[in-house]
């Protein structure tokens, strides 16, 4: 179930595509569902701002059912009779709620089939329970439920109940769609609310049972910013672990922001406050220092990068220096044992094995081969206001400071090229190029103009 407009969180976008750990809610969901279910077995409920909600997940395989009216969960289910048809038993999950694991479904779909229920619930023992709706056993032994009620509805005894409906449940569909117009909208919210199923179902003698999870924390829900920022400690928290016993150290790991798909390689440090992101890799012994941004990114083996560096989709080769403050922008491609450094700035690059970039510099849309100085403060002039022009340096190049190298140029291997110079034609392999304006000197100006300024302060 993806419909609903989530308005607890104040927001113009549809809840289920919030994010938290670095992907959105419904991903988190359709990501255990289809570990579970093949893709085209699972559908996603749509209706608030569907297309958006539909384009950001449909790459998953899943089908759409469209509840083009949110009328509450129960009418979810309703709009969803046709696509469930041809089934004998569905899995209901929410949409909100990233946390669940496949191995979670799977115990609820076995004790389902084993109780031979028409539903069956997974419940959940919270501290604090509140929000929720409460479970409303038959008795204190067995597993077989009389109700859940909404908070809203909830009598003050029923509101002690720490027992808790998590919104995941399995239907028999036979049953389940026979009794599915016996829900009434007569409630706080006039919806249509799937959790009355289980009182209907219970009316009319069919089986409705519980399972209470092991693991609480699966089934939080995100109907608040303040929920869903809890969240996204806990799966970022987790991840943290999980690369943790997979041989990276983790320093201060509540103040990292890693994201669900990163991976880290053995005896790679990660210092505090550095944020891995998107489908970044990063390989084994690097050390990622403090401040650092990478996303989408491709970090080999024995890297380090220094403090306040900023990647996006770039990748770093073996061994190579990165930073501090360096900003590596997509299509960066820095070789083997290369260094990029202090506020030096790349996109759409290729920095051969072993060169060195490292103060002051902007490299873009060049091609640049190994063993190659670039002066501080080099600039590829790339932009001609309207078209990208390539700059290409062979191979051992030495590029004095404060060069600016006008695309298109091509610079041969080997050659050197003055400091300052402005380069605005080839430069043939060896060669040295000089492009800016001879030095002239006027002996003793400097001193003749202190004498004539004293002699005019002493006069007036
Ligand atoms: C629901 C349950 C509550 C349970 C809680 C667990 C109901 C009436 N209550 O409450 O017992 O404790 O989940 O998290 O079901 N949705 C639709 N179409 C709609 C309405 C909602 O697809 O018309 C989707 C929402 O997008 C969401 C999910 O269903 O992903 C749950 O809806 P939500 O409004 O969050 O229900 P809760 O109030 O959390
Ligand atoms: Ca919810």
């Known amino acids: 179930m993806a419909a609903g407009k989530g308005t607890r969180l104040k927001s113009k976008h549809p809840k289920v595509l919030h994010e938290v750990g670095g992907k959105p809610l419904l991903a988190h969901v359709i990501a255990a569902a289809i570990q579970v279910v093949p893709p085209p077995d699972v559908y996603a409920i749509i209706g608030h701002e569907a297309d958006r909600v539909r384009q950001a997940v449909q790459h998953s395989g899943v089908n759409f059912v469209l509840q083009e009216e949110q009328r509450g969960t129960g009418h979810a289910l309703m709009v969803a009779r046709d696509a469930l048809a041809p089934y004998d038993h569905v899995i209901v999950l929410s949409g909100d709620a990233p946390l669940i694991t496949p191995q979670t479904i799977e115990r609820l779909r076995d004790f389902h089939l084993e109780k031979k229920a028409a539903m069956t619930l997974l419940s959940a023992e919270l501290s604090d329970p509140t929000g929720y709706g409460r479970v409303i056993r038959r008795n204190q032994k067995g597993d077989e439920v009389k109700a859940i009620v909404e908070e809203k509805s909830a009598s003050a005894a029923q509101k002690k109940l720490r027992e808790i409906n998590s919104g995941f449940y399995a239907f028999a569909i036979k049953p389940f769609y026979a009794r599915i117009g016996e829900l009434r909208t007569d409630n706080a919210h006039r919806e249509y609310y799937l959790t009355d199923m289980a009182g209907v179902l219970t ?11 092991g693991h609480p924390s699966e089934i939080f829900g995100s109907n608040t910013r303040a929920e869903m920022v809890e969240i996204d400690g806990l799966i970022r928290a987790a991840k943290c672990h999980q690369l943790m016993s997979a041989g990276a150290t ?25 944020q891995l992101l998107g489908r970044t890799r990063i390989g084994s012994d690097c050390r990622i220092r ?21 990647l996006d989709d770039a990748r770093v080769g073996r061994g190579a220096i990165v930073g501090p403050y360096s900003h590596l922008r997509p299509g960066s491609d820095i070789g083997e044992g290369a260094h990029v450094g202090n506020f030096v700035e790349t996109k759409k690059i290729k920095l051969g094995k072993g060169s060195k970039a490292n103060h002051l510099t902007y490299l873009g849309d060049a091609e640049i081969g190994a063993g190659v100085n670039v002066g501080a403060g080099t600039i590829t002039c790339n932009y001609d206001g309207v078209h990208k022009h390539k700059t290409e340096i062979g191979d051992g190049v030495f590029v004095g400071s404060d060069s600016t190298l006008v695309a298109p140029v091509k610079i041969g291997k080997g050659a050197y090229i003055g400091a300052a110079s402005c380069i605005t034609e080839d430069v043939p392999d060896d060669a040295l190029a000089l492009g800016r304006a001879r030095q002239t000197m006027k002996e003793g100006w400097a001193k003749s103009k202190r004498e004539a300024l004293a002699a005019k302060k002493g006069s007036s």
């Open 203 to 213: 009316k009319a003698k069919s089986k409705v049972v519980a399972t209470k999870t």
């Open 250 to 274: 983790i320093f201060y790991p509540q103040t990292c922001v890693i994201d669900a798909d990163v991976e880290v390689g053995a005896d790679t440090v990660i210092e505090p406050f550095v």
């Open 290 to 310: 403090s401040y650092s941004v990478i996303n989408n990114s491709d970090v080999g083996d024995g890297v380090t990068i220094r403090p306040g560096s900023i």
